[in-house]
């Protein structure tokens, strides 16, 4: 099964700029899924990781590996439009090559454990064959309506205004 752009914008809440996977080449509900994202020079990280020679932040490959893991867990949540899947936890994160402009990140995430509110996957991103990085992840699906705190919770002193006055 393979999923498009606009079955991807289905599953994942983000956009751009923060939606990082392209397409999806292969799905195994609750199992497997494979994606695809196509690094090109015009990513805004680019202009400044680094000027002169543009690398893709390791934190954004594991956020592609995160969001691949949350369109399986995703698929499996039936009310899917009032959910998120939060990121709770990186282990083991490895970063064994750069991914530069040009690049086509193959990202694999395999479940190694998946309840209705929290998993767990192991991630893995390649460039022509070759690792570039690896994780195991952590997720909990969470409301997407963030509840008002009760006022109790809120400071009871008050922030003072800005003057633009020296003190």
């Not at 991103?125 to 006022?151: F, H, I, M, N, S």
């Amino acid at each position: 099964m393979t999923f498009d752009i606009q079955e991807i914008l289905g599953f994942l809440p983000h956009r751009y700029p923060f939606l990082l996977i392209d397409r999806v080449v292969e799905f195994e509900p609750s199992r497997r899924l494979v994606a695809i994202k196509n690094v090109t020079i015009n990513e805004p990280f680019f202009q400044g990781h680094f000027p002169g020679y543009p690398i893709m932040p390791g934190v954004l490959v594991v956020e592609a590996m995160a969001q691949a893991g949350g369109i399986i867990i995703m698929s499996e949540t039936p009310d899917r439009d009032k959910k998120l899947v939060v990121f709770t936890g990186i282990e083991r994160a490895k970063f064994r090559r750069p991914v530069t402009p040009g690049d086509q990140l193959r990202i694999e995430v395999d479940v190694l454990a998946f309840r209705s509110r929290a998993g767990k996957i192991e991630g893995r991103a390649y460039v022509d064959g070759k690792l570039a990085c690896e994780a195991t992840l952590t997720c909990q699906v969470v409301p997407r309506v963030r509840e008002a705190r009760p006022a109790a919770e809120h400071s009871a002193e008050p922030v003072p205004a800005a003057t633009g006055q020296a003190e």
